[in-house]
């Protein structure tokens, strides 16, 4: 098996590395094109996407080891409620793309931090922009690239130091010169071979739940815990309620994370603004939230489906590997190059995110040098040093014992605020500078202590309490100032014809399945 994989590996490292140099060729020479067209090229892939490139660009840089080792593994844990960080960002994700997305589009932006700008002032454009700096490069950066070695290690017997050198050389190599250009051509590669993953996973948990010679008492009482895992929302006394705490689930801070994770972060945003139009913006959205459909039925419903044949006795960490084991050496094969694509797509998402707020956001406001083609070459070279300081990171994090599980509790202290700031930014007209310094302090002190002060509150109802207590205080203060004005922000644009019905459809569906697995 471990030679299968490589030789596969090596096969779709070769075939990338002829399509780079074609697409460098045609494409990405800043001799051979404008320096606007190159710059363009490197940052938001020309602003010439359509909406199918931008869909699966989309989905690649969100597919991680996440969802193909973490999904599975909680599916078998939890069950389907896990699901609802999939379900329920469909909708979310319509709501951007129809009210939140054409804002940004609209203005030419390039990132997030150029709205805080021209919404507020330049301070929040340089607070956003070096907050997004420091958390991928001390935070997601090195949790995605250890978990990673480590996955790699345990299956493969891989030292960490090598596939950790080789994913990011492989990154480095097929983004230096076509930057989002070259990453949005081989997304649509590496989706295709997620999801072919995905069902070749789906299929062999299906066919060895239905072909091993289990017990009749055994196969009753495993089938009994089966159904008990098929529940979208989880009772009170369900050991995982804190992470998904039942009908609050539905109501509570999931809303929010998606709202963020979709409309308010720099590496998801980027790709929809590389679309050729806001219409082809919101198809590429729309197309991105029909596939995040089947991510769950994909990877968390093997993880369900394999206590037929595995048994409920496998500890947590020990899961993956015998599910993995378990797999003809094919399909074994091709989920090792799954997970070595979704890394990699998602690595240079975050990189290339990274790099643009560098350059865009902080570089470009303070210097004088600042013409499109030395921006291009500072942005490439600030794309190779921030693969090195993750490296050093996650080794460093790793060599003095700091627990990269603390990635979401960090957040959490920030992504109210950050959501209420872009919040009362796009749906009000007087919203001032001080009030969105107020509004963000005010949400990270509330999300602080709760943290401390109120452990046993899950985490998705603190995130949601600290939103609502930020919003409502701010629109408490400004009404007794002087009446708030509201607008909608989407009013200036309008939606593809069918985007209503679309959306109408995706959202039944998703109420559906919450009533029928209640």
């Known amino acids: 098996m471990l030679t299968f994989a490589i030789l596969l590996i090596v096969f779709y490292c070769l075939f990338i590395g002829y399509l780079v140099l074609s697409i460098n060729k045609t494409d990405?020479?800043?001799?051979?094109?404008?320096e606007t067209k190159a710059f363009k090229q490197f940052f938001i892939a020309g602003r010439n996407q359509s909406w199918w490139s931008v869909g699966l660009s989309l989905v690649a840089i969100n597919i991680s080891l996440e969802h193909i080792v973490f999904m599975s593994t909680d599916g078998y844990r939890i069950g389907l409620a896990i699901a609802a960080f999939e379900w329920l960002a469909i909708p979310a994700m319509l709501i951007i793309a129809k009210y939140i997305f054409p804002v940004f589009y609209t203005r030419g932006n390039y990132t997030l931090g150029q709205y805080l700008q021209q919404?507020?002032?330049?301070?929040?454009?340089?607070f956003f922009s070096s907050f997004s700096i420091i958390y991928s490069l001390l935070f997601t950066l090195p949790y995605l690239l250890w978990i990673s070695t480590d996955i790699l290690e345990t299956l493969l017997g891989?030292?960490?130091?090598?596939?950790?050198?080789?994913?990011?050389?492989?990154?480095?190599?097929?983004?230096?010169?076509?930057?989002?250009?070259?990453?949005?051509?081989?997304?649509?590669?590496?989706?295709?071979?997620?999801?072919?993953?995905?069902?070749?996973?789906?299929?062999?948990?299906?066919?060895?739940?239905?072909?091993?010679?289990?017990?009749e008492q055994t196969l009753d009482n495993r089938l009994t815990i089966v159904k008990s895992k098929l529940h979208l929302i989880l009772e009170p006394d369900n050991p995982h309620y804190d992470r998904l705490p039942g009908i609050f689930t539905l109501l509570g801070g999931i809303w929010i994370i998606n709202i963020w994770y979709w409309g308010f972060n720099q590496a998801i945003i980027q790709?929809?603004?590389?679309?050729?139009?806001?219409?082809?913006?919101?198809?590429?959205?729309?197309?991105?939230?029909?596939?995040?459909?089947?991510?769950?039925?994909?990877?968390?419903?093997?993880?369900?489906?394999?206590?037929?044949?595995?048994?409920?006795?496998?500890?947590?960490?020990?899961?993956?590997?015998?599910?993995?084991?378990?797999?003809?050496?094919?399909?074994?094969?091709?989920?090792?190059?799954a997970l070595f694509v979704s890394v990699i797509s998602t690595i240079a998402g975050i990189c290339l995110s990274t790099t643009t707020l560098s350059i865009i956001d902080l570089y470009s406001t303070i210097s004088q040098h600042n013409n499109e083609h030395h921006l291009l070459k500072l942005g490439r070279v600030i794309n190779a040093f921030i693969l090195i300081v993750a490296l050093t990171a996650t080794f460093a994090i790793n060599k003095n014992n700091i627990a990269l599980s603390y990635i979401w509790?960090?957040?959490?202290?920030?992504?109210?605020?950050?959501?209420?700031?872009?919040?009362?930014?796009?749906?009000?007209?007087?919203?001032?500078?001080?009030?969105?310094?107020?509004?963000?302090?005010?949400?990270?002190?509330?999300?602080?202590?709760?943290?401390?002060?109120?452990?046993?509150?899950?985490?998705?109802?603190?995130?949601?309490?600290?939103?609502?207590?930020?919003?409502?205080?701010?629109?408490?203060?400004?009404?007794?100032?002087?009446?708030?004005?509201?607008?909608?922000?989407?009013?200036?644009?309008?939606?593809?014809?069918?985007?209503?019905?679309?959306?109408?459809?995706?959202?039944?569906?998703?109420?559906i399945l919450y009533v029928i697995f209640w």
């Open 28 to 34: 990405s020479k800043p001799a051979a094109i404008e």
């Open 119 to 126: 919404r507020f002032d330049i301070r929040f454009r340089w």
């Open 158 to 215: 891989i030292e960490k130091i090598f596939s950790c050198l080789a994913l990011l050389l492989f990154t480095y190599v097929y983004s230096f010169q076509g930057g989002l250009s070259s990453i949005a051509k081989i997304d649509k590669i590496n989706v295709t071979i997620i999801y072919t993953a995905g069902l070749a996973l789906l299929a062999c948990v299906i066919y060895l739940s239905l072909a091993g010679n289990i017990p």
């Open 271 to 337: 790709r929809a603004l590389s679309a050729k139009s806001i219409a082809e913006g919101q198809k590429g959205i729309v197309f991105a939230a029909c596939l995040k459909f089947f991510i769950p039925i994909l990877f968390i419903l093997p993880g369900v489906l394999s206590h037929l044949y595995l048994g409920s006795d496998i500890e947590q960490h020990g899961y993956f590997t015998a599910l993995f084991f378990s797999l003809p050496i094919a399909a074994q094969a091709l989920m090792i190059l």
């Open 409 to 511: 509790d960090f957040a959490s202290f920030f992504i109210p605020g950050i959501c209420a700031v872009f919040t009362l930014g796009l749906l009000t007209k007087n919203t001032y500078t001080k009030h969105a310094l107020y509004i963000f302090i005010l949400a990270t002190v509330v999300s602080i202590l709760l943290y401390f002060a109120f452990p046993e509150v899950p985490f998705l109802n603190r995130i949601a309490i600290a939103y609502v207590f930020a919003i409502a205080t701010t629109i408490l203060l400004t009404q007794l100032r002087s009446k708030l004005l509201f607008s909608a922000p989407g009013k200036h644009t309008t939606t593809f014809p069918a985007f209503n019905l679309i959306a109408l459809g995706l959202s039944l569906i998703v109420a």
